[in-house]
């Protein structure tokens, strides 16, 4: 039951005081995680509210609001944080609905200390890491949008036989809006005598991509802007 993960700050939910302090002595030990304990899911709220954690892990059934309720308050209010439920409640329809409201995991309570809280472990760690690469993507996102947005060439991108973004540089150079520019049949900017040739290379990058292969970095034609 080895974890990779350091410093991994857990909020623990369970109406089960001598459950908590088991749950908090076996996940701690050795493992470099953090597990703030607490039975109530409206003082988990109020915990949320004032400290970061990178993942909660709750139980289902407890004495005033049950995990489904505490999960729907969260993404109602738009917190995203990694939620397993984690639950001697076996019925599959109580699972299909914690991941359909957008749980990241179910770790059933039954079994061995080894096997359960191994199972929990791993389910830790990989929505963690999720997480992370979720973060990491959307910041990586927003900044290549930002240096497209501002760069001082046009930029249009194809995809399926679409376009499928424009930015101003597109905009200023071809005349079109950029609502104009993605409703518009692609070719439809390309001068008719470089069409075939256009048509060839578009083929020739599909070829390419599907192989593997690195396309060119530049080919040349001519497009006509909104006036002609």
């Not at 329809?93 to 200390?113: C, H, M, P, Q, R």
């Not at 049949?185 to 075939?196: A, Q, R």
């Not at 048509?199 to 390419?208: D, G, H, I, P």
Request: hydrophobic share 35%.
């Amino acid at each position: 039951m080895s974890c990779k993960s350091k410093g991994i700050s857990i909020l623990h939910v369970d109406d089960d005081i001598t459950f908590l302090d088991s749950a908090k002595s076996i996940l701690e030990f050795n493992r470099g995680l953090k597990v703030t304990s607490v039975n109530s899911v409206d003082y988990a709220l109020k915990l949320i509210d004032n400290e970061n954690f990178d993942v909660i892990v709750s139980d289902y059934e407890m004495s005033t609001k049950n995990g489904l309720q505490f999960l729907k308050i969260l993404r109602d209010q738009g917190i995203e944080i990694p939620f397993l439920l984690f639950t001697g409640k076996g019925r599959e329809e109580v699972a299909i609905t914690a991941l359909n409201l957008g749980a990241d995991g179910y770790v059933n309570k039954f079994g061995s200390s080894k096997t359960v809280f191994g199972e929990l472990i791993h389910y830790i760690n990989r929505a963690v890491k999720h997480k992370k690469n979720q973060i990491a993507l959307k910041k990586s996102e927003e900044k290549y949008r930002t240096v497209v947005e501002n760069s001082d060439q046009a930029i249009l991108v194809f995809q399926n036989g679409f376009y499928r973004f424009a930015n101003e540089k597109a905009e200023e150079l071809s005349g079109y809006t950029t609502k104009e520019l993605l409703s518009l049949v692609p070719l439809s900017l390309v001068h008719p005598e470089d069409i075939e040739c256009v048509a060839k290379l578009t083929t020739k990058y599909e070829q390419l991509r599907n192989a593997g292969n690195r396309c060119p970095q530049e080919d040349s034609f001519r497009f006509i802007t909104k006036d002609k």
